[in-house]
């Protein structure tokens, strides 16, 4: 498994050290506030179906930083590693329910995905970052 140290926010580019949990600070541009939605904030993770209980540990994961740094990691592999599988991106981070951090990176519009291909016996879907134009630079 490889072992980040370091993720580095989508938005402002700000490089942040990992503990030994693989959690890092969260950048003042991605942190909560409740007043100022920052793009992660927006995507909801909890179908209105859903029971109370999973309400809660979505607001929780979002409140405290920690979906939006698990997010972080994984785009910050997306990039450096482009066109791998979701399972490999799980297994490199070690992210526990790493599909729903990938998804929330691709409702934000920070990767997109391409082509499926077989890992671990079956086919996922692979993974690479947004390419950057002229405009999103």
């Not at 992660?40 to 179906?49: D, E």
């Not at 994984?74 to 992210?95: H, N, Q, R, S």
Request: glycine fraction near 10%; hydrophobic fraction near 35%.
């Amino acid at each position: 498994m490889m072992t980040l140290t370091h993720w580095q926010c989508p938005i402002c580019k700000e490089i942040w050290p990992l503990n030994a949990h693989g959690f890092g600070p969260t950048c003042a541009c991605t942190t909560w506030t409740g007043t100022t939605d920052p793009i992660f904030v927006k995507i909801p993770i909890a179908r209105a179906s859903d029971p109370s209980t999973s309400h809660e540990a979505a607001e929780s994961i979002t409140k405290s930083g920690q979906r939006q740094t698990l997010m972080a990691q994984l785009v910050a592999l997306v990039t450096d590693c482009p066109g791998e599988t979701g399972g490999f991106y799980g297994m490199a981070t070690g992210i526990n329910g790493y599909w729903k951090r990938l998804s929330d990176a691709k409702n934000a519009g920070l990767i997109v995905q391409g082509a499926p291909r077989r890992w671990n016996g079956r086919n996922q879907v692979t993974w690479r970052p947004v390419e950057k134009t002229e405009e999103t630079k």
